[in-house]
């Protein structure tokens, strides 16, 4: 029984004297490294095979000759190998400036194909470089050392770990935790405070819940510090500076310093050793690592570790930390400008942030606007995209039937209250209208693009870009005619032909023109001619200068009167700004290159010959790219709720496709992921708007949408079933102010016709009844019925404008039912049947015409078209939208009718033939009393008053 009784205690003698009497155990570092860098290539290997572009990338930058960082370099790239890590080695002279250095690291910032950056110190340069500064220069999400400003802040922050956090110290932790030792509760000595090591690892081990003490040159007593330690940690840089005398019986030691010493035993001279006295010291630890071979290999397995988490987060999908606006809607609603001013916006940087847009992929406009670049496509283009909804609408009044807004709260509702990753795309307003009679274009009520003074006037500056960039054509055109008719051949063309030698965009004339000849004093005087003279007929020209305000006074006006202009005067206009092809060829552009190339396509006039002057041919084509550059990104902005809209482009919606950009919407749909919505809007009824959006815009991008929202007013239909007529600044008649079911019924044929029109596409519709204050329930329900025996999904009402998100709820929910439908998308027409085909198929299918006219000026275009090698372009009618006709006095849906073909255009460089289907303002007026009348700004505040 005593000797029961004492077994235990004579177990534990046992096992203190054995651990007294053996020798601490090495932690194999570099064996276990071996195996997180076996462990890593399979974990790459696996998402190689599942995404073919998952190809994880480290960028080494080195400055200066160091052998020993050679060698550590070295060792890096050794490991990336065997790990399936890309390791690139970025060696510059020691004669690099810091500006050069700051240089490299903010391209590879930007380089999506760049996941991990190091820079490997110290940089021995003869010139002078701010470490810090460097360090914290490369992106805390590329930052795989952990030593950037807010990687190592995070870490000591109580919260989560940074994604990214110091290798060594992050080995240290690995180490001590594979000798099967519980950190929790033990008396931790850091010997050493430097920010790559020392304090790192003593807040690492806090976070494990040691009880930790930071040791350096000034500790007093250090020898008695040490010898309390469970757990030692030692990163001081000098050769066995802990002696093994000072070590607590069975404690943990990790050794992080590797110090070279003369040894004369050696070969090479010397020797490594740590900062602890190794061969005394593991005769009292439990456990301690070697030098070389302990904490060296696992820090470099830790740096790809890193990187491979960073490639992770960088290229899977990123779960949306969107935090909402809270939204407080009064009654009666105030005026639209004094909603969005009394609601703060976030940062534009939080809400990218909270999106998954990299810092790298934002060029901010103050606070709260930004552009951002297209490389977020190629970073996320393994995503799946998100559902793909376009925003249309019926045969408006003059007054509009609400789609921004609707999209907009829609939008909110999706997002904010559904939880659903939710993206707005909108087309950018003209200041045309926010000066003149309709106001700004930022949705209204509750349901508005914030901050909406930003988004009605200038907003990130592409119209004006635009407008540069058309307007130097135009000069550029009557220059060249100029030139031309007071010049001779030679001098012509020995101006043209600077230093003797052509330029990149004079060669592609020559080969336009059939000559191989690329030696300028080869050419033959015939061949001189031909390249020097366009030959521009006057009467041809279609290129107009373009403003982006309203002028009824530049509808039509001369130009060369001056007399040095030598009586070369002609009759011509100016377009608003939005009518310009270049903002076509901005929205249907599916990149940079893609926009460059198709402005060299611009048709601007034809010769005298009948040739097509191209902005080629006059030498231009680069330049406009230039002026152009940033009007590709488009600019993030948000709702009054906080979530996401991209604004960009905004081309007209009759003598062009009347829709926002495509990179807008395939940045969007991958940002969004599989689960999300994107909403995008179709420019005027669904007639034009939509039908332009299915056989242009889709046709281009290849993209495949997944429900249509038809918005419709019971005010609007009421007046398509006979209603008085809806005039703009008149009051309303009181048969749009009270009950009237037969108006609505007689009225409902044209939701119906817009509801079969965007069936015929194959996609399913969901129509969002915008709701106003004078719709009774009894109207409600029959138009939803209506609607539905017409072939929609579902018909909501949605009071979006009032309530915000909160009140489109019930349509949101529609929304994502339909998106869960399945879908036959087609085309209306095959783009190779003849141009008089395409017109009719069009007019026939979505007006329901009996048939079309071509009068003889459309005759005469349809013939040089076919000649030229046009006829295979889509078509864009340009014709009213107030009538699914040609007339805009016939409402609700018309038969019986013929659709006059007047005259048949060529935006070629947009990509499209739009005939006129009769006279079409392309330069707004100013009404008796514009809007300009209320707007204004405190001077003292800044405040913008007037604006809607």
């Not at 009948?610 to 550059?629: C, E, F, R, Y």
Request: negative net charge; hydrophobic residues 40%.
């Amino acid at each position: 029984l005593l000797l029961l009784l004492l077994l235990p205690l004579l177990l534990l003698l046992y096992r203190v004297l054995c651990v007294s009497a053996m020798p601490g155990q090495a932690i194999d570092g570099k064996g276990i490294a071996k195996s997180i860098r076996e462990q890593l290539k399979a974990d790459v290997d696996k998402l190689k095979e599942e995404f073919e572009n998952f190809d994880p990338h480290l960028v080494i930058v080195q400055v200066g000759d160091r052998e020993d960082s050679a060698v550590y370099i070295r060792m890096k790239v050794k490991g990336g190998q065997e790990a399936g890590i890309t390791v690139t080695h970025r060696h510059f002279s020691s004669d690099t400036t810091e500006n050069e250095v700051l240089e490299e690291i903010r391209k590879c910032n930007e380089d999506n194909s760049v996941h991990g950056i190091i820079v490997q110190l110290p940089l021995e340069s003869n010139h002078e470089i701010d470490e810090t500064k460097v360090t914290n220069a490369v992106a805390s999400s590329k930052d795989v050392d952990g030593f950037s400003r807010s990687n190592t802040g995070d870490l000591a922050k109580k919260g989560p770990l940074p994604l990214l956090y110091a290798c060594t110290p992050k080995a240290c932790i690995h180490l001590i935790e594979s000798t099967g030792v519980s950190i929790s509760g033990k008396k931790a000595v850091v010997v050493g405070r430097s920010d790559i090591v020392g304090r790192p690892v003593a807040q690492l081990l806090l976070r494990k819940s040691a009880t930790v003490v930071i040791c350096h040159s000034r500790t007093e007593n250090l020898e008695a510090e040490v010898k309390t330690a469970d757990i030692l940690v030692v990163a001081v840089g000098h050769p066995e500076l802990v002696k093994g005398s000072w070590i607590k019986e069975g404690a943990v030691v990790i050794d992080c310093g590797i110090n070279s010493i003369e040894d004369e035993t050696r070969k090479s001279g010397h020797r490594f050793v740590g900062d602890v006295e190794y061969s005394a010291a593991k005769e009292v630890a439990s456990f301690i690592t070697p030098v070389p071979g302990g904490v060296g290999p696992m820090t470099v397995a830790m740096l790809l570790t890193n990187t491979f988490i960073a490639t992770k987060k960088a290229f899977l999908p990123k779960e949306w930390s969107l935090k909402p606006l809270k939204l407080t809607c009064l009654r009666p609603v105030p005026a639209d400008i004094e909603i969005a001013r009394n609601q703060p916006p976030k940062l534009i940087t939080t809400l990218a942030e909270e999106i998954g847009i990299h810092p790298s992929e934002l060029e901010a406009y103050g606070h709260f606007k930004a552009k951002v670049r297209l490389s977020v496509i190629e970073r996320l283009k393994h995503q799946k995209n998100g559902s793909y909804v376009v925003v249309t609408g019926i045969t408006p009044t003059p007054l509009g039937e609400g789609k921004s807004t609707t999209l907009v709260g829609l939008t909110q509702s999706l997002c904010g209250h559904l939880k659903k990753n939710t993206f707005a795309c909108l087309r950018q307003p003209s200041q045309g209208p926010t000066f003149g009679i309709k106001g700004g274009a930022a949705g209204g009520g509750y349901s508005q693009v914030i901050p909406m003074e930003e988004f009605n006037l200038h907003l990130t500056g592409d119209i004006h870009a635009i407008s540069a960039a058309n307007n130097l054509l135009a000069a550029a055109i009557d220059t060249r005619m100029f030139h031309e008719s007071t010049q001779t051949d030679a001098a012509l063309y020995r101006r043209l032909v600077k230093d003797n030698k052509f330029c990149p965009i004079q060669l592609k004339r020559l080969e336009s023109l059939g000559i191989t000849e690329t030696d300028p004093e080869k050419l033959s005087d015939e061949e001189r001619s031909k390249f020097a003279r366009l030959d521009i007929d006057p009467d041809t020209i279609t290129w107009q200068r373009v403003l982006d305000i309203n002028d009824r006074y530049l509808r039509k006006i001369t130009v060369g009167q001056s007399p040095t202009e030598k009586g070369l005067s002609r009759e011509t206009q100016f377009d608003i700004a939005v009518a310009s092809e270049l903002m076509a060829i901005l929205a249907l552009s599916t990149d940079f290159k893609d926009m460059r190339q198709r402005m060299d396509k611009i048709v601007v006039a034809a010769s005298k010959s009948g040739q097509p002057v191209t902005a080629a041919d006059i030498g231009i084509s680069g330049a406009l790219a230039v002026l152009m550059k940033d009007t590709i990104m488009p600019t993030l902005m948000q709702t009054l709720e906080g979530t996401p809209v991209f604004v960009h482009a905004g081309p007209f919606a009759n003598i062009a496709h009347g829709n926002s950009s495509i990179v807008a919407d395939k940045i969007a749909l991958k940002l969004v992921g599989e689960d999300g919505f994107v909403l995008t809007e179709a420019g005027f009824g669904a007639d034009i708007g939509m039908e332009k959006f299915f056989d242009i815009k889709c046709r281009q991008s290849g993209l495949v949408p997944n429900v249509v929202v038809l918005v419709c007013t019971i005010r609007a239909l009421k007046m398509h079933g006979g209603g008085p007529k809806v005039t703009p600044g008149a009051p309303l008649a009181q048969e749009y102010k009270e009950e009237n079911l037969e108006l609505l019924e007689k009225g409902a044929c044209n939701v119906v016709q817009h509801i079969q029109n965007a069936k015929k596409f194959g996609i399913p519709v969901v129509v969002a009844i915008n709701s106003f204050t004078h719709d009774t329930e009894a109207e409600v329900e029959l138009l939803r019925k209506l609607c539905i025996e017409g072939g929609a999904l579902d018909a909501v009402s949605s009071s979006h404008w009032s309530d915000g998100g909160e009140g489109s709820i019930k349509l949101a929910e529609a929304v994502v039912r339909a998106s869960k439908e399945e879908t036959d998308f087609k085309l209306l027409y095959d783009v190779d049947k003849s141009i008089e085909e395409k017109i009719e198929t069009i007019c026939k299918e979505m007006y329901r015409a009996d048939g079309i006219e071509i009068l003889p000026e459309a005759a005469e275009k349809i013939a040089l078209y076919n000649k030229l090698g046009y006829s295979n372009l889509p078509i864009c009618m340009a014709k009213t939208h107030l009538s699914f006709s040609h007339d805009p006095n016939l409402k609700g849906a018309p038969r019986g009718f013929v659709v006059p073909i007047r005259d048949i255009r060529a935006s070629v460089g947009a990509g499209f033939l739009y005939p006129l289907c009769g006279t079409m303002s392309t330069m707004p007026g100013l009404p008796t009393r514009p809007c300009f009348y209320d707007i204004d700004i405190d001077p003292e505040t800044g405040v913008i008053d007037g604006l809607f």
